[in-house]
């Protein structure tokens, strides 16, 4: 069982958060830029207000990363997690080669259930339930066929509504309100 910190440190070759927490530096490359938080005359790198200070403060004691390299990994996420681009990408590519009539949107909204028996039978491949073939699957080989569902659900969405973004989010608030009653009544 690998922890955090000893992925971390694996892929920043060895070098860990505590460490250099202690040497008042970020990460080593790649992961961080391995410079030191205060330069060599005594001033704070980047400019820090007192509140953003002890935030990214408290963030650099877990995760080792100096501010500038705390915001340039957060900026990757956020781009990741808009993925309506890439998805409004797909459906115009398929459109392209396929056209998009009442055939073509149904193909779509199957291949949503050819993925998920695709996650299926990785379930029962990391089980090894199937002495013929023993263990098949890694944990890994279900998470990239869940992302296979929700990647081609998506794209089935924007396929048949002009505005998946509104439905997505919409659907996503209705289910978090649902989450949240349930909790407040059970509080
Ligand atoms: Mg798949």
Redesign the pocket.
């Given at each position: 069982m690998t922890t955090i910190s000893e992925a971390l440190a694996a892929l920043s070759g060895g070098d860990l958060p505590a460490d250099a927490v202690r040497e008042g530096r970020c990460l080593k490359p790649p992961i961080g830029c391995g410079k030191p938080l205060i330069s060599e005359n005594g001033e704070a790198r980047v400019f820090w207000n007192e509140d953003e200070a002890r935030q990214y403060e408290t963030e650099w004691r877990i995760t080792g990363l100096c501010p500038d390299c705390q915001d340039s990994v957060e900026d990757d996420a956020a781009e990741l997690a808009d993925m309506w681009p890439a998805i409004r990408g797909f459906v115009a590519w398929l459109d392209e080669s396929n056209g998009r009539d009442e055939h073509e949107k149904t193909l779509r909204i199957l291949k949503v259930t050819e993925?998920t028996g695709?996650v299926a039978k990785a379930v029962i491949g990391m089980t090894g339930q199937n002495p013929r073939k023993g263990v098949t699957h890694s944990l890994e080989d279900i998470a990239?066929?869940l992302c296979?569902v929700m990647i081609t659900a998506a794209t089935a969405l924007a396929s048949v509504v002009d505005n998946p973004e509104q439905v997505f989010a919409a659907n996503l608030g209705r289910v978090q309100q649902r989450v949240n009653e349930l909790e407040a009544r059970n509080a």
């Open positions: 993925e695709e990239d066929e296979d």
